[in-house]
């Protein structure tokens, strides 16, 4: 669960860089940094839900040593995780909406998915600008030459010229 962190990332959430390789793990970064924990407006069902995900993502993997140690640092240290761990509900939710603030930026919201890899046990995380908001104007903001200068139509604008380019 130590994702590879992109420049949009760490200006978004935190620098990454900084945080020991060791503590590069996102369950524990949103149950133990307080800066990140702030960045989410819908903290608590997200946490929940992230919870839920990390237990159905385990299944028997529990009991691996690493894993063993992070479920028992977050239990001992946060009265949220360790209520939520014995509750031992689970989460196959695989997508939504995370509303968060940025101390220049103010509030935004990013689309999220996870995928998985069809031959080994990874799951990856992708967080997207949401086609009806400011997010990427954002994101273009706080990491300048990072964001792609992607093109987006608005589906209320029924005209062909604000349509994209469909030859295949």
Same mark, same amino acid.
């Given at each position: 669960?130590?994702?590879?962190?992109?420049?949009?990332?760490?200006?978004?959430?935190?620098?990454?860089?900084?945080?020991?390789?060791?503590?590069?793990?996102?369950?524990?970064? %949103?149950?133990?940094?307080?800066?990140?924990?702030?960045?989410?407006?819908?903290?608590?069902?997200?946490?929940?839900?992230?919870?839920?995900?990390?237990?159905?993502? %385990?299944?028997?993997?529990?009991?691996?040593?690493?894993?063993?140690?992070?479920?028992?640092?977050?239990?001992?240290?946060?009265?949220?995780?360790?209520?939520?761990?014995?509750?031992?509900?689970?989460?196959?939710?695989?997508?939504?909406?995370?509303?968060?603030?940025?101390?220049?930026?103010?509030?935004?919201?990013?689309?999220?998915?996870?995928?998985?890899?069809?031959?080994?046990?990874?799951?990856?995380?992708?967080?997207?600008?949401?086609?009806?908001?400011?997010?990427?104007?954002?994101?273009?903001?706080?990491?300048?030459?990072?964001?792609?200068?992607?093109?987006?139509?608005?589906?209320?604008?029924?005209?062909?010229?604000?349509?994209?380019?469909?030859?295949?």
């Amino acid at each position: 669960m130590s994702p590879d962190w992109d420049p949009p990332a760490s200006a978004v959430l935190t620098d990454f860089a900084a945080v020991p390789r060791r503590e590069r793990n996102f369950m524990r970064m %949103l149950f133990l940094d307080a800066h990140l924990r702030g960045c989410y407006v819908d903290w608590p069902p997200l946490a929940r839900t992230c919870v839920g995900f990390f237990r159905a993502a %385990l299944g028997d993997g529990a009991g691996e040593p690493r894993l063993a140690e992070l479920i028992g640092e977050l239990s001992l240290r946060d009265r949220d995780f360790r209520t939520w761990w014995a509750s031992r509900s689970v989460s196959h939710q695989t997508f939504g909406t995370k509303t968060l603030r940025h101390p220049e930026a103010g509030r935004f919201s990013l689309d999220w998915q996870v995928l998985h890899s069809a031959h080994d046990d990874q799951a990856t995380m992708v967080m997207t600008a949401p086609p009806d908001g400011g997010t990427l104007d954002v994101i273009r903001r706080l990491a300048p030459g990072s964001a792609p200068r992607a093109s987006v139509v608005s589906p209320a604008d029924p005209s062909p010229d604000a349509r994209p380019d469909r030859r295949w």
